[in-house]
């Protein structure tokens, strides 16, 4: 067995290495990994106009494949069909773009590991790059965490599924994150149950946490992630339009792209004054924005783990969100009168609801955000002490304790 306290790890991610939550994922997990005295190294893309964030690891320990640009022609291919930044859609390329992809990342591996010499693999995403390591490496013991978003890509995306399942029924510990999440992989790559490891995600605590309210005249509201449709944001927009008093401000943040953000975006601005766009923020700004709100609201209709619910209640936001299988298993039970949980329309697809069920959710939404506007205009600070064990599990240096368990696992 290597020694666990020397150990080398090569993170991998087929995207950029911020912006969406299997960035923030990454870059916690080298960070957690580095004050335990290991080895990282990154692979990861990288889109012509570079990354906002990558001061998690030096450059010299670093290898990206660069879209649009030299080593990929197109823009970078996203997990999520709308990304923050310019994207492709893996549905849409094709055969040579493909093995373009494909023949610009294993160079870059084959590189990466020859100069590193990992002990262990961790990738992100039970997806293609996933994949290709695991058959270029097969005596490399390695880790994968699955997001979600490769879930949603393996249903949208049969024809690409032999080429997935032909490496990833190989990984040695998958690392879900949740049970509910553990349970879909099981279905969808018939995966025995003991190669999947149920470890979560988590939240940064030295940015996340309470700090005095503000008076809520306005009520401060936010709402962090993509503009797009699955995520929630055009009922979210339609349902404030019902809720006049008490009054209250929104914070829109995060950014999109195409028809969908712009449709957002004249959501927004028809709300006038109230909503307040910041576009896409460093988690150091959402952290300072969501310690000076009173309510986080977060509609979308398919997440993994949503990570922004728990950085929100650190730092003492009411919640309004949908009962997806991941926030019911996190925040579902506990009683908490300051979170509500919005039924989830019945889906046509993974992330589209039936044109009958939007009236209603738009309906119970708008009654769950009023709600929760009344009760912050009457109590500004909320009280966490009986979510406080839960919030401690899930912050990073909880969650990497469970992650070096599957490290473990691996490499014994």
């Not at 590991?113 to 390591?133: C, K």
């Not at 003991?194 to 809520?216: C, H, N, T, W």
Request: glycine share 6%; net charge neutral.
């Amino acid at each position: 067995m290597r020694n666990m306290n020397k150990l080398k790890i090569l993170h991998l991610l087929s995207q950029r290495p911020d912006s969406t939550g299997s960035g923030i994922y990454i870059q916690a997990m080298i960070r957690e990994a580095t004050a335990c005295g290991y080895d990282n190294y990154l692979v990861a893309g990288l889109c012509s106009n570079g990354c906002d964030d990558t001061g998690c690891i030096e450059q010299e320990n670093a290898m990206f494949v660069n879209f649009y640009n030299a080593d990929v022609t197109y823009h970078i291919p996203g997990m999520s069909d709308v990304m923050p930044y310019e994207s492709s859609k893996f549905c849409n390329l094709s055969k040579g773009d493909l093995g373009e992809y494909e023949k610009a990342f294993a160079k870059l591996l084959q590189k990466a590991v020859n100069r590193f010499i990992p002990d262990v693999i961790h990738s992100h995403h039970l997806w293609i790059v996933s994949s290709m390591a695991r058959q270029l490496f097969p005596d490399i013991p390695m880790v994968t965490t699955c997001h979600g978003s490769d879930l949603r890509q393996f249903q949208n995306c049969p024809h690409l599924q032999d080429k997935v399942l032909k490496g990833c029924r190989k990984i040695n510990v998958v690392m879900a994150l949740s049970e509910a999440q553990k349970n879909e992989i099981i279905r969808l790559y018939d995966l025995p149950p003991e190669q999947i490891m149920v470890v979560g995600a988590g939240y940064d605590d030295s940015l996340f946490y309470l700090e005095k309210k503000p008076p809520p005249d306005p009520v401060q509201v936010v709402y962090a992630g993509k503009l797009s449709n699955a995520k929630g944001v055009p009922w979210f927009l339609r349902a404030l339009h019902s809720i006049s008093s008490p009054a209250w401000q929104l914070h829109l943040l995060g950014s999109g792209s195409g028809e969908e953000k712009e449709n957002c975006l004249k959501l927004a601005k028809e709300l006038g004054e109230k909503v307040q766009v910041h576009g896409a923020l460093p988690q150091k700004n959402l952290a300072e924005i969501l310690r000076h709100s009173h309510l986080l609201v977060l509609p979308s209709f398919f997440e993994g783990l949503p990570l922004v619910i728990l950085e929100g209640l650190a730092s003492g936001c009411r919640i309004v969100a949908t009962d997806l299988p991941g926030a019911k298993e996190v925040i579902g039970h506990s009683g908490a009168e300051f979170i509500t949980l919005v039924k989830t329309p019945r889906l046509r697809f993974i992330d589209q609801p039936y044109r009958e069920d939007e009236c209603s959710f738009e309906q119970n939404l708008t009654k769950a955000i009023q709600q929760q506007i009344n009760a912050a205009s009457n109590s500004k600070q909320i009280d966490l002490s009986q979510i406080q064990d839960m919030l401690d599990s899930y912050t990073w240096t909880g969650i990497f304790k469970k992650v070096c368990k599957a490290y473990l696992k691996c490499l014994t």
